[in-house]
């Protein structure tokens, strides 16, 4: 079956400080990757998607190379701001067997201190 | 587009009654999905309806939940003789009916059993 690892949390860094977030995957099939954003008090937000090998997605100075070889989806972010202080779910969907579903992680909590 | 909404926000009930929530899925989204989200975890799948046909169920998704979409419109989730494990965050997702597209999620319902 499908499944995602994320990098443990939490994760606490300085304001304008390089984030990485690992994410491997496990998949049947040809996966889209994606990124969401939970803040406090909210949905899941979409962040940033990759529907094919090699697609770097990004928004927001975030980004995430789709990494066929490795099967992984790390999120970086080259500065990050007190305002990125949420937690990040990796996740999968696999269309055309399983309906679009999605699988994911369980999830990252980031700290961004001033 | 007024996005997904989900009602109530917040449930509190007793051991043992029954529980309805209600998903409003962006109007042309044909693709409906619920989540159950428990606290330190990612978002897992409960059940898929592809307008108002109900296409698939997890095996999380006891005989004591069911999930109806009438009229391929809005779709409500009941608990039956709710138990305390239920406490969780029920998460309501729409997309269209395209290969690799995003979900959109809606706030959720959180529930509390007492």
């Known amino acids: 079956g499908n499944s995602v690892t994320q990098m443990e949390g939490p994760v606490t860094l300085s304001e304008e400080a390089f984030l990485t977030i690992n994410c491997t995957y496990t998949?049947?099939?040809?996966?889209?990757l994606f990124w969401y954003v939970q803040y406090p008090g909210e949905g899941l937000q979409l962040l940033l998607k990759?529907?094919?090998?090699?697609d770097k997605g990004s928004n927001k100075g975030f980004e995430a190379t789709y990494r066929k070889e490795t099967t992984s989806f790390h999120l970086e972010k080259g500065s990050v701001q007190v305002s990125d202080s949420a937690v990040y779910f990796c996740a999968l969907s696999t269309s055309h067997t399983n309906a679009g579903k999605s699988t994911f992680g369980d999830g990252t909590t980031l700290t961004v201190k001033p | 587009d007024t996005g997904v909404s989900q009602d109530p926000r917040h449930k509190i009930t007793k051991r043992g009654q029954n529980v309805t929530f209600r998903c409003d899925p962006i109007s042309e989204h044909n693709r409906l999905y619920w989540y159950r989200q428990t606290l330190g975890q990612g978002p897992e799948f409960l059940t898929y309806f592809q307008n108002e046909a109900q296409l698939e169920k997890s095996r999380l998704l006891s005989d004591r939940f069911s999930a109806e979409r009438p009229k391929g419109s809005f779709s409500t989730l009941e608990i039956q003789r709710t138990e305390q494990g239920d406490s969780a965050m029920y998460l309501c997702a729409s997309s269209p009916d395209r290969v690799g597209d995003t979900q959109y999620f809606g706030p959720g319902t959180r529930l509390t059993v007492l």
């Open positions: 998949a049947t099939g040809y996966p889209s």
């Open positions: 990759a529907t094919k090998a090699d």
